[in-house]
């Protein structure tokens, strides 16, 4: 069965950096969202992307964060200027289409950790 | 979004049904009823969906009522693996999902 990838799967950084998480979407997917679980709360969604575009975004996605689609598979976040409380499990996730009838595909996530 | 309301844990039996009800009283008529799960922190996964009728996959069964009101997720033969975060989301014609709390089921041998 087709599976949404990320990598790497725990990445370690310090205050400041930035950090750029990967994701490979379901190859006939072509909308993609992120999301974030921080330990012990509710999954939460950052961003959704289509046609190389934001379609929405949540309060949580301010100007220290990006996303991109560099290449027909891969589908990037990237943190600019890391800071502690960005520590969470990041999750990639994708869809064929979109609307009430469309489910998305989540990966197995890339745990941050901002030390 | 419409929000649901659903037990904060319950406990069923290995090899039992486990029935898992959700509240969704202010549902609107194009919204959708989604069950997703996570097991121990790993990517929520996708179990089951459906707008009005009765719906059964390999995995499970959801129950809605005519209402639409509340509905009842099934997991017909309850295994140790199944023990895990159940999250049900109503969702309407847009991009995202919103994630509550859920139901922390714990399968018991």
């Known amino acids: 069965e087709p599976e949404v990838t990320q990598t790497p799967s725990h990445q370690v950084t310090q205050m400041g950096q930035e950090v750029i998480l990967r994701c490979v979407p379901i190859s006939n997917h072509l909308y993609f969202y992120w999301y974030r679980q921080i330990l012990g709360q509710k999954v939460e969604f950052l961003v959704s992307?289509?046609?190389?575009?934001?379609?929405?975004k949540s309060e949580i996605f301010d100007d220290q964060f990006s996303v991109e689609r560099p290449d027909g598979s891969n589908f990037t976040l990237k943190i600019r200027s890391t800071k502690l409380e960005d520590s969470a499990m990041y999750f990639c996730a994708s869809s064929e289409s979109t609307g009430g009838n469309e489910k998305l595909f989540f990966g197995s996530g890339t745990q941050l950790s901002v030390l | 979004d419409a929000k649901t309301t659903q037990p904060t844990s319950m406990d069923c039996a290995e090899g039992r049904a486990a029935n898992l009800p959700c509240n969704h009283s202010t549902i609107s008529g194009n919204e959708y009823v989604y069950w997703y799960r996570q097991i121990h922190s790993q990517g929520p996964q996708y179990i089951i969906h459906?707008?009005?009728n009765n719906e059964t996959n390999e995995m499970a069964s959801l129950i809605i009522t005519e209402d639409r009101k509340s509905s009842t997720l099934i997991l017909p033969h309850a295994t140790l693996r199944d023990t895990a975060v159940y999250y049900c989301?109503?969702?309407?014609?847009?991009?995202?999902?919103?994630f509550g709390a859920g139901t922390t089921v714990t399968v018991r041998a």
């Open positions: 459906g707008l009005k």
């Open positions: 989301i109503v969702r309407k014609d847009d991009y995202k999902l919103s």
């Open positions: 992307f289509y046609n190389n575009e934001i379609s929405e």
